[in-house]
């Protein structure tokens, strides 16, 4: 019961780092590679607050208040390339991951720092199984994101009209849809994802500059496991590399614990290139 608890809580990360990273996606066709770091410098900015003496829920609110200028921020950034294909956008935040990741350093300094939770001791347990409460929010939370963005790209206009500006833009236009205003607005809720993925993630490890590298990898690959363009195939594919990656790492060599999941994952996309519940095109970027 303990290997699914552990499997579990880290599926939940990688899906909260690959739910923003899908939100970008699904609204423009562009693949983030800065989300992984913003989410780390997010983190920091969580504990400078917490470190300045605010209460830890007002310190969560105003990370998530800076997260959206963030996320705005780098819609201006990225904007001037929308007319480009989505690879070069892509390659536009690479560049500022870059960025980012030699910013952390000379600002924070490079020693692993503890983020203290109002969840990041006690138990929960469920049936037969114990999970540690960081374990069960970070669950709980992923669950309810995800959920919140099928609901979002499903059922509301604003949704709809972010997969009509990326299917078709010129239609869209035609049609007075602001491509623009909504550039904002999704890259604004990316970052807040974001922000939420540090803030739950933080209580169960540490706060340092490479936080955010493994659970990357892992939504990328989760990404391409479930499909991006569905946030429940975003939770299926990190649920099921969390689960993979904890079972490898417990009965094999260590060796094995992120070879195995890539391994699925590379069978996965030669029998099915657009996801487990993913459409059949394959991401453009």
């Known amino acids: 019961m303990e290997l699914v608890g552990l499997s579990l809580s880290t ?11 899908a939100v970008i996606y699904q609204a423009t066709g562009v693949f983030n590679f800065a989300q992984g ?4 410098v997010l ?15 007002a310190a969560a609110g105003l990370d998530l208040v800076f997260a959206q200028g963030a996320g705005m921020a780098l819609w201006v950034l990225v904007r001037p390339f929308r007319t480009r294909p989505p690879l070069v956008t892509s390659m536009a935040t690479l560049s500022l991951y870059l960025v980012l990741r030699d910013l952390v350093v000379p600002i924070w300094g490079a020693d692993p720092l503890v983020l203290p939770a109002p ?29 919140g963005m099928a609901a979002f790209f499903r059922r509301t206009r604003m949704g709809i009209a972010l997969r009509a500006v990326r299917d078709h833009p010129q239609a869209a236009s035609l049609m007075g849809v602001d491509a623009d205003r909504l550039g904002f607005v999704v890259f604004g809720a990316a970052t807040v994802i974001g922000a939420v993925a540090g ?4 209580p169960m490890t540490v706060v340092a500059p490479t936080m955010m590298d493994e659970p990357t990898l892992g939504a990328f690959a989760a990404l391409v496991l479930g499909g991006i363009d569905t946030p ?14 904890t079972v490898a790492g417990y009965y094999l060599a260590s060796i094995w614990k ?19 519940l993913g459409g059949e095109e394959v991401p453009r970027a």
Do not use: C, D, K, N
């Open 119 to 147: 969840w990041a001791h006690g138990e929960w347990r469920l049936g037969g199984m114990a999970l540690s409460s960081a374990q069960g929010v970070a669950i709980l939370v992923a669950a309810l994101v995800a959920a």
């Open 199 to 202: 803030l739950v993630l933080a």
């Open 37 to 40: 770091q913003l989410v780390t």
């Open 43 to 57: 983190a920091y900015v969580g504990l400078s607050l917490l470190r300045a003496h605010w209460p830890f829920f």
């Open 258 to 276: 992120e070879a195995v999941p890539l391994l699925a994952v590379l069978a996965v996309v030669v029998i099915r290139a657009g996801g487990l």
């Open 11 to 21: 599926g939940a990360i990688y899906a909260l780092v690959g739910l923003g990273m």
């Open 232 to 245: 429940w195939g975003v939770l299926l594919g990190a649920m099921g590399l969390g689960g993979l990656e």
